[in-house]
């Protein structure tokens, strides 16, 4: 059965996921060329693409990094061909340089940026405005709020780029791209083949004599990009009363419950801005005309509220403006409905409902606190173990973007600093220069192909002292089990072209290498003893495939479970012993409820570390998991 999202026939209506709500609107734009870097809350528009490939009229690619996806994707807009690049907040600091000189040349194809952002930092290392790069490259900027939105919007950053020959960045959230709701489809425009690139130095070589007019230029479609937002259909006013609220983002759909739940809907005037950059000035300046207060919903910077700021002293409106500053909304975290309720009772001056009785709702007990952790049989536990019995607390330990983050976690505690995406190296190198102390950087594989080889080739240009830990785990693991350029299958099969790390570093000249299998306890640490006593660069690689990957991808399957022989059991219950529990801290291991040690049958993977830590933990064979 074809699927929805390629085949699905106009007017159906479908419960879609916001971020493959995205790839339909893409489809029906008419997309040809797809690239990303894969991050957390983008992924699922990407890898629905990579799923798709197989029977969809588009070309896509996962890049090696976010600045490589664009440039590629922005390579494929000059010859013509509707294209985009799906990327985390923080992917578009990597995507800068090119991003804001593609607005100078202009996209003939048509290209949209999707910048996922991530207030509350669910799976970030910050919380980032994006819609900051949407002012600084002058691109128009779209926000959805629903699913459907999600589809309607993209599709229109795409026709509005080719249409006008401009960059699109289409601003999702967090909460946006994991929402579902219902998306009715639309007829898919068929676009004809790519014309190729055509020659124009004057428009595409942006040396100082061609950029100045090049800036002329996307000044000039600024000023289209801004009447055409002033005419909308996403931007919408409701409502009357001397009391306004802006709202942009998924702040609308916080709004609209606000509304309902406080009784006020129809009682405000509402203005919700979807194609919220460039500011349609005459359409805002109309809806501030008449009002005494205005609230400004927007979640992280005050964006639109220091933009509506100075367009009313620039048109001499006088109304007292509420947001962030002053005013009940934070700068920080995400929003919600309940607190959206409290600030439109703040500017209204509605009290709160007085309840209907006494009583109070019986109040749950608290879920227990579950923080992320390693994966039982993981191998990057198995490094860190390791790492940790030869440096123990003498090495500092930089660490890097990925799921082995999780190291800074006791009782393996390998993670004293992080900086951005491939930073271990670099940062660490940093670290041994100016203080001599001995310095471990650790960094995933696919992280190494994103941005940790350039850090590496530094480290050993600059003859740095430092060992470099590559945790090679066959995938891109904590996004989802994306390719990555040293991976053996994908989910779509065999990789023909797998770039081996340990030649990639001998080519940039490091001669101190160890390749093990971390799950070789024994070996890893006669490689670490190896490379502690040498100088400079040196570099361990740590191979073994992420056990939910090996069984996913890879086929492999669990052919023996561990457990804990008696003797270790009655020692864990006196508490004389416990040392697999306090150096290893598997998630598989527990403690029963008389305080036996136990090692769970279902979360056991099969790696057999823990045989090797302890004599008393045995191997049952014949489980095929």
């Known amino acids: 059965m074809a699927n929805p999202l390629?085949?699905?026939?106009?007017?159906?209506?479908?419960?879609?996921?916001?971020?493959?709500?995205?790839?339909?609107?893409?489809?029906?734009?008419?997309?040809?060329?797809?690239?990303?870097?894969?991050?957390?809350?983008?992924?699922?528009?990407?890898?629905?693409?990579?799923?798709?490939?197989?029977?969809?009229?588009?070309?896509?690619?996962?890049?090696?990094?976010?600045?490589?996806?664009?440039?590629?994707?922005?390579?494929?807009?000059?010859?013509?061909?509707m294209s985009m690049a799906t990327m985390k907040h923080v992917g578009v600091n990597v995507a800068a340089d090119p991003l804001l000189t593609l607005a100078y040349t202009g996209s003939p194809g048509g290209f949209m940026l999707l910048s996922a952002d991530d207030p509350g930092c669910h799976s970030s290392q910050n919380e980032q405005d994006n819609r900051?790069?949407?002012?600084?490259?002058?691109?128009?900027?779209?926000?959805?709020?629903?699913?459907?939105?999600?589809?309607?919007?993209?599709?229109?950053?795409?026709?509005?780029?080719?249409e006008l020959g401009t960059p699109a960045l289409l601003r999702t959230t967090t909460r946006v791209n994991h929402l579902r709701g219902p998306v009715v489809l639309a007829e898919p425009t068929v676009l004809p083949k790519p014309a190729g690139f055509q020659k124009n130095p004057a428009r595409f070589v942006p040396i100082p004599a061609f950029a100045r007019p090049m800036h002329l230029r996307l000044l000039g479609i600024m000023d289209k990009l801004?009447?055409?937002?002033?005419?909308?259909?996403?931007?919408?006013?409701?409502?009357?009363?001397?009391?306004?609220?802006?709202?942009?983002?998924?702040?609308?759909?916080?709004?609209?419950?606000a509304l309902a739940e406080t009784g006020l809907e129809g009682k405000v005037k509402v203005l919700e801005l979807g194609f919220s950059h460039p500011l349609p000035e005459n359409l805002v300046a109309g809806f501030l005309d008449g009002l005494k207060t205005l609230l400004v919903l927007e979640e992280l910077e005050p964006v639109l509220e220091t933009e509506i700021r100075a367009l009313a002293q620039k048109r001499g409106l006088t109304l007292t403006i509420l947001g962030k500053a002053p005013g009940p909304m934070p700068r920080f975290?995400?929003?919600?409905?309940a607190m959206v309720a409290v600030a439109l009772r703040e500017v209204t001056g509605v009290a709160e409902p007085k309840a209907d009785c006494a009583c109070q709702?019986?109040?749950?007990?608290?879920?227990?606190?579950?923080?992320?952790?390693?994966?039982?049989?993981?191998?990057?536990?198995?490094?860190?173990?390791?790492?940790?019995?030869?440096?123990?607390?003498?090495?500092?330990?930089?660490?890097?973007?990925?799921?082995?983050?999780?190291?800074?976690?006791?009782?393996?505690?390998?993670?004293?600093?992080?900086?951005?995406?491939?930073?271990s190296i670099s940062a660490g190198s940093g670290v041994?220069?100016?203080?001599?102390?001995?310095?471990?950087?650790?960094?995933?594989?696919?992280?190494?192909?994103?941005?940790?080889?350039?850090?590496?080739?530094?480290?050993?240009?600059?003859?740095?002292?430092?060992l470099v830990?590559?945790?090679?785990?066959?995938?891109?693991a904590m996004t989802g089990h994306q390719p990555n350029p040293g991976v053996d299958k994908t989910s779509l099969g065999d990789n023909p072209v797998r770039i081996d790390i340990e030649q990639v570093v001998r080519g940039i000249g490091v001669e101190q290498i160890r390749k093990v299998n971390p799950l070789n306890l024994k070996a890893t640490l006669k490689a670490i003893e190896e490379l502690k006593d040498l100088k400079g660069v040196r570099v361990l690689i740590a191979e073994e495939p992420c056990p939910l990957f090996a069984r996913r991808a890879?086929?492999?399957?669990?052919?023996?479970?561990?457990?804990?022989?008696?003797?270790?059991?009655?020692?864990?219950?006196?508490?004389?012993?416990?040392?697999?529990?306090?150096?290893?801290?598997?998630?598989?291991?527990?403690?029963?409820?008389?305080?036996?040690?136990?090692?769970?049958?279902?979360?056991?993977?099969?790696c057999m570390l823990c045989l090797q830590l302890c004599k008393n933990i045995k191997a049952h064979k014949g489980d095929s998991k």
């Open 6 to 81: 390629l085949a699905g026939t106009p007017g159906e209506t479908h419960l879609l996921l916001g971020n493959e709500a995205i790839v339909r609107g893409a489809v029906e734009a008419g997309i040809q060329f797809v690239s990303c870097y894969p991050g957390t809350p983008s992924s699922e528009v990407p890898d629905t693409f990579f799923r798709l490939s197989p029977d969809g009229s588009y070309t896509f690619e996962y890049s090696v990094n976010e600045k490589v996806a664009i440039e590629v994707a922005g390579g494929a807009t000059l010859a013509g061909a």
């Open 132 to 162: 900051i790069y949407a002012r600084i490259a002058n691109l128009p900027c779209l926000e959805p709020a629903t699913a459907q939105e999600c589809k309607d919007m993209a599709r229109a950053a795409l026709t509005i780029s080719r």
């Open 226 to 257: 801004r009447a055409l937002a002033e005419q909308s259909p996403f931007n919408t006013v409701s409502g009357k009363g001397t009391v306004g609220v802006v709202a942009s983002g998924i702040s609308r759909a916080y709004l609209a419950d």
């Open 333 to 337: 975290g995400e929003f919600d409905a």
């Open 361 to 423: 709702a019986p109040q749950a007990a608290p879920l227990p606190n579950r923080p992320p952790n390693l994966c039982a049989g993981c191998p990057h536990r198995a490094t860190y173990l390791a790492v940790r019995k030869v440096f123990g607390d003498s090495a500092v330990y930089s660490s890097d973007i990925g799921c082995y983050t999780l190291g800074i976690l006791p009782p393996l505690k390998a993670a004293d600093f992080l900086v951005c995406m491939g930073s």
């Open 432 to 466: 041994s220069k100016v203080s001599g102390q001995t310095v471990v950087g650790f960094i995933g594989d696919s992280t190494f192909f994103h941005s940790g080889m350039t850090g590496l080739v530094n480290a050993r240009f600059n003859r740095h002292d430092i």
């Open 469 to 476: 830990v590559i945790l090679d785990n066959r995938t891109t």
């Open 554 to 606: 890879l086929g492999q399957k669990r052919t023996q479970v561990a457990y804990v022989a008696a003797d270790c059991a009655e020692a864990a219950r006196d508490g004389s012993c416990g040392d697999c529990l306090n150096t290893l801290a598997c998630p598989a291991f527990r403690l029963d409820a008389a305080g036996k040690m136990a090692i769970d049958p279902l979360l056991c993977s099969g």
